[in-house]
Nanobody, 124 residues
Framework: QLQLVESGGASVQSGGSPTLSCVAS????????IGWFRQAPGKGREGVSC????????YYAASVEGRFTISRDNGKNAVYLQMTSLKPEDTGRYYC?????????????????WGQGTQVTVSS
């Protein structure tokens, strides 16, 4: 069974620094482009950060640039999103998506694998 499982979500105060994990099973992530997306209540899905497949080029949305770091550990078949200096507007459910086909640095979303998400809540 091919799946992605996110973990690491938390309820933190402003300035908190949790790290999210996205672990794949049933396939190897090392050649896949991976993206982290988030969705806040009542809002659309927002791309947060991506890492490309073979060369691990990274992308960050302007809203998280300098605060979030995406990385991958092919030995653990995992991708991480280290978040620092969290703000209330970072609140949302965070999802990872993977696709062997990339759209620039990020995965193509058509026929991508998606996880179930992990909740991050930031209080002021």
């Amino acid at each position: 069974q091919l799946q992605l499982v996110e973990s690491g979500g938390a309820s933190v105060q402003s300035g908190g620094s949790p790290t999210l994990s996205c672990v794949a099973s049933g396939f190897n992530l090392d050649t896949y482009s991976i993206g982290w997306f988030r969705q806040a209540p009542g809002k659309g899905r927002e791309g947060v950060s991506c890492i490309s497949g073979r060369d691990s080029i990274t992308y960050y949305a302007a809203s998280v640039e300098g605060r979030f770091t995406i990385s991958r550990d092919n030995g653990k078949n995992a991708v991480y999103l280290q978040m620092t200096s969290l703000k209330p507007e970072d609140t949302g459910r965070y999802y990872c998506a993977a696709n062997a086909k990339g759209a620039g640095t990020c995965p193509q979303l058509v026929r991508a694998y998606w996880g179930q998400g992990t909740q991050v809540t930031v209080s002021s």
